[in-house]
């Protein structure tokens, strides 16, 4: 596999799905940089309770993102639209930091109007394409589609739906080729530190611990490990500085 990267430098950003504040206190001690917080990650994440969000803000000094989710699907409608807006102003007015969301039209593409119309309702808000980003129907388009949404600063992806084993040299490649889908690129979904030196030199800098971040790899049976989450960090460290050459002890 060739890889050219053209990403702008940068340290790798570890983010880490927190459903309660003990995932969020763990994941600072394992020096994650910024916390997604979801409910029911068994079916895809959904919204939390706004009560969550503020239990996870008052744990810990790491930014915030949450998820607006409220059903199955990728597309919404006006009812849903409102209520997603008004759940992302309570969120923000509790200090969450952004947010992250995503809609698909009926045609499996990009719907560009709702995500835009979205983030206007929430001026100067950092924003992540949600995973049903991988969903769209034809890969090379939604990348096109995306590229200068307003606000959006991460895609997160694993090249498939069926995760990073399946999708991984796809994403590694088309990053590799475009520097700006490079720096949109957040990995994640069944990341395995195999995939990290790859990733790294195609030039990715955003990476997703969900059910990594777990000793059992379980949602229901185990929180945030501090130590899983550190060493994640370490090996993003290590690979970043290995693909730039800086020695490493």
């Known amino acids: 596999m060739s890889i050219v990267s053209g990403a702008p430098e940068s340290t790798p950003l570890l983010e880490v799905v927190a459903l309660h504040p003990r995932d969020a206190e763990a994941a600072a001690r394992g020096e994650a940089d910024r916390l997604l917080v979801l409910a029911r990650p068994e079916v895809g994440g959904r919204s939390p309770e706004p009560s969550v969000v503020s239990a996870v803000v008052r744990e810990t000094d790491l930014p915030v993102r949450v998820l607006l989710r409220d059903d199955d699907g990728l597309s919404t409608d006006a009812d849903g639209f409102r209520r997603l807006v008004g759940l992302a102003r309570s969120c ?48 090379r388009r939604a990348w096109r589609d995306v590229a200068d949404l307003p606000g959006l600063d ?20 088309r990053a590799a080729r475009d520097p700006r889908t490079a720096a949109l690129v957040l990995a994640a979904g069944g990341l395995t530190p195999e995939h990290v030196p790859w990733l790294i030199r195609a030039g990715v800098r955003q990476f997703a611990l969900g059910e990594e971040a777990r000793l059992d790899g379980s949602w229901t049976r185990s929180s945030v490990d501090a130590g899983a989450v550190r060493a994640w960090r370490l090996l993003l460290d290590d690979a970043y500085h290995r693909a730039l050459g800086i020695p490493v002890d």
Not at 154 to 173: F, I, N, P, Y
């Open 154 to 173: 991460g895609v997160a992806s694993a090249g498939s739906t069926r995760g990073l084993a399946s999708g991984g040299d796809e994403l590694v490649e």
């Open 92 to 139: 923000l007015d509790l200090g969450a930091a952004g947010v992250s969301f995503g809609f698909l039209d009926h045609d499996l593409e990009v719907d560009r109007g709702t995500c835009a119309a979205l983030a206007a309702e929430l001026p100067a808000t950092p924003w992540t394409f949600h995973r049903g980003f991988d969903a769209a129907l034809e890969a």
